[in-house]
């Protein structure tokens, strides 16, 4: 039996340049889970620590590629392709949830 996964994912441009809302913040870190929740209602999203990290760098300066670049000097186990296809998936999520505009 074959299961049906749909992703709803827009294409990220490598010049693309993601700025976090700051209608969001971090409420607590535990483990290697960062909690974020909208300010006027309790809505938790669970990022984990390489979501967070390219949260974190989404500063409305950098482009996706200058993101991609300092997420490979941390995971230099991956290839760059790689961390530049889960770089983009991540940056189209934390769009979709309205994390980064």
Same mark, same amino acid.
């Given at each position: 039996?074959?299961?049906?996964?749909?992703?709803?994912?827009?294409?990220?441009?490598?010049?693309?340049?993601?700025?976090?809302? &700051?209608?969001? /913040?971090?409420?607590? %870190? @535990?483990?290697? #889970?960062?909690?974020?929740?909208?300010? $006027? !209602?309790?809505?938790?999203?669970?990022?984990?620590?390489?979501?967070?990290?390219?949260?974190?760098?989404?500063?409305?300066?950098?482009?996706?590629? &200058?993101?991609? /670049?300092?997420?490979? %000097? @941390?995971?230099? #186990?991956?290839?760059?392709?790689?961390? $530049? !296809?889960?770089?983009?998936?991540?940056?189209?999520?934390?769009?979709?949830?309205?994390?980064?505009?």
């Amino acid at each position: 039996m074959k299961k049906l996964k749909i992703e709803i994912i827009t294409p990220i441009p490598d010049d693309f340049i993601p700025k976090r809302n &700051d209608e969001w /913040k971090i409420l607590r %870190k @535990e483990n290697q #889970a960062i909690f974020v929740s909208k300010l $006027e !209602e309790f809505f938790p999203l669970v990022l984990n620590l390489m979501s967070f990290e390219i949260y974190s760098l989404c500063d409305g300066r950098r482009t996706v590629k &200058d993101i991609v /670049k300092e997420i490979s %000097k @941390e995971y230099l #186990a991956n290839t760059k392709k790689e961390i $530049e !296809e889960e770089v983009k998936k991540c940056i189209a999520r934390l769009k979709f949830l309205g994390l980064i505009e």
